[in-house]
């Protein structure tokens, strides 16, 4: 999907006519009978009502009773305000500064309070400054005069950018809260599909994209709602099990909600309706930046179209059309750009989730073992694992000797013996830590607060790094014929030196790289 063209739009319009569908839940999550409890609510709102009244009458006879202006100072909010006595009186206060700026700032400051007290007495109060003798005073005032134009400067950049055509990615790395304030209207509600596929850590990865794309989305005036596929392998039933159990904010997702026959029947509408163009609404694993910029603008494009197909359907559906169809892995740029929301999306659930916890003097090093999992296409797919007599000597040999090291994994304590024994010959004090469940050992990744090794290719493994509180995630990975290949299509759009950029990822995320002894 590399460097593609978007299409012109076709005003053709299908002949398929129904009541639009309602896309107005953020996340989806079907419930098609919910149960009454229209009694409790109207008590609350009752209760709520009554609150406020009681507040606004409080305020009422405050403002008629004889308090002094630093009480009434304290009662600083909207309502207040509103019932501020009428300004009889236009008067000047003076405020005689001294020293550099800061003692500016805080002179000019005792200023803006007195203001507002006398206001409570009817006093309109106009600030006029008076300046020292000293000479020093006028570089401080070209200070203040310097900082303010910045601040105006920088305000007005923003609202520039807001008006400019630039593209949903470049929007993004504007993460701050007044970018936000600036967000265009919503324009369009529509659905984004997340084809889920793998364990755990691969559904981690797949719906961190969705959250990514989302608030990429919303720049352009789309509000995105997830809807999840989940694979056709029966192992996706454990792995929605481990991530609604232990991750809050998943436990109101439907990881069913696009395995329907409707969502069959709407994907059909919608590439009868665009024909080859619908490919612009996919995005995959070799999708560029540039091709994940193209398809939501010509997302945009085609939710701005008066001749979009409404579909009859028995049942009401999730997803809409058009809807764009994500079948990804995030990759460490758009993870770090967008770091923040996934952080706070995926909190953990320590209670249900832990077992075990790492030590503060202990290094946790984690085997995903995928040649143990996948003898015969590991190598084939691109996964590949240090030998034992690598990770002693090449991945720990910057390690002071002596340090206490516990080795976490998948499969049991032989497969994982070899390590231990090379790890002890060098000096290390080494552990097999075993008989824990998945989401155990996740949460043991987790709580380390040392120092984490492990492959930069499970997924499992990474978000442990990024999520969890370890001082340094050391993420490796092989360089060998047999997976230069997939490597290299792994890290399109990041490459092998990524340099993080969120001030908690650069600080703690480290990338390395080893030579196979497969040559």
């Known amino acids: 999907m590399s460097k593609r063209t978007l299409p012109i739009t076709s005003s053709a319009a299908l002949e398929i006519t129904a009541a639009p ?24 709102i009752l209760s709520w009502l009554f609150t406020v009244l009681a507040v606004r009458l ?13 009480q009434w100072a304290s009662v600083n909010n909207a309502t207040a305000l509103r019932h501020l006595p009428p300004i009889v009186h236009n008067a000047s206060m003076v405020i005689q500064l001294g020293g550099e700026m800061g003692n500016q700032l805080s002179m000019i400051s005792v200023g803006l309070a007195l203001r507002r007290q006398a206001r409570y007495l009817g006093i309109h109060a106009q600030i006029v400054l008076r300046h020292q003798d000293h000479s020093k ?20 950049w923003i609202l520039v950018m807001a008006a400019k055509d630039i593209s949903p990615s470049q ?16 324009v369009h509600n529509a659905s984004m599909v997340i084809q889920l596929g793998g364990e755990m850590g691969n559904q981690l990865s797949m719906i961190s994209v969705g959250l990514a794309l989302r608030r990429q989305a919303r720049y352009l005036g789309i509000h995105a709602r997830i809807v999840l596929r989940h694979q056709d392998h029966s192992k996706w039933m454990r792995a929605r099990e481990a991530t ?25 509408a919608q590439t009868d309706w665009l024909g080859k163009n619908n490919t612009f609404l996919f995005i995959d694993n070799e999708s560029t930046n540039e091709d994940m910029d193209q398809s939501l603008k010509y997302w945009k494009e085609v939710l701005d179209r008066q001749d979009r197909p409404s579909v009859v359907l028995k049942n009401a559906s999730m997803v809409s059309v058009p809807h764009l169809f994500v079948n990804r892995y995030i990759k460490n740029e758009q993870l770090d750009l967008h770091f923040d929301d996934i952080r706070d999306f995926f909190r953990f659930d320590h209670e249900r989730c832990c077992k075990l916890r790492a030590s503060a003097e202990e290094i946790v090093l984690h085997m995903r073992l995928f040649l143990t999992e996948m003898p015969r296409r590991g190598r084939l797919l691109g996964f590949e694992e240090l030998s034992p007599m690598k990770v002693a000597n090449e991945l720990f040999h910057n390690t002071n000797r002596g340090e206490n090291i516990t080795i976490l994994s998948r499969f049991s304590d032989h497969n994982v013996e070899p390590y231990k024994d090379a790890l002890d ?24 607060t040392k120092e984490i090794v492990g492959t930069e290719q499970s997924s499992f493994f990474k978000f442990a790094a990024v999520l969890g509180n370890a001082t340094k995630g050391r993420l490796y990975f092989v360089e060998s014929p047999d997976t230069k290949e997939k490597l290299l299509s792994r890290f399109r759009g990041s490459g092998f030196d990524y340099q993080w950029k969120h001030p908690l990822l650069k600080r703690k995320i480290v990338i390395e790289k080893y030579k196979s002894e497969v040559q």
Not at 173 to 182: G, I, P, Y
Not at 252 to 264: G, I, P, Q, V
């Open 244 to 268: 609604q159990t232990c991750f809050i904010k998943t436990k109101s997702m439907d990881f069913e909600a696009a395995n329907t026959e409707e969502f069959s029947q709407i994907s059909k």
């Open 21 to 44: 569908p309602d896309y107005s839940l953020s996340i989806s999550s079907v419930n098609p009978e919910r149960p009454t409890f229209l009694r409790p609510s109207l008590r609350r």
């Open 425 to 448: 010959a060098v000096g290390f004090q080494t552990r097999v830590l075993s008989g824990q469940e998945g989401v155990e050992d996740f949460c043991y990744l987790m709580s380390a």
């Open 171 to 186: 929007w993004a790395s504007v993460n701050n809260a007044t970018a936000l304030r600036h967000l265009p209207p919503i």
């Open 137 to 156: 005073w006028r570089p401080s005032l070209r200070r203040i005069l310097s900082w303010l134009f910045t601040v105006l400067a920088v305000r007005l």
């Open 58 to 70: 409080w305020i009422l006879v405050m403002a008629a009773k004889d308090i002094s202006p630093s």
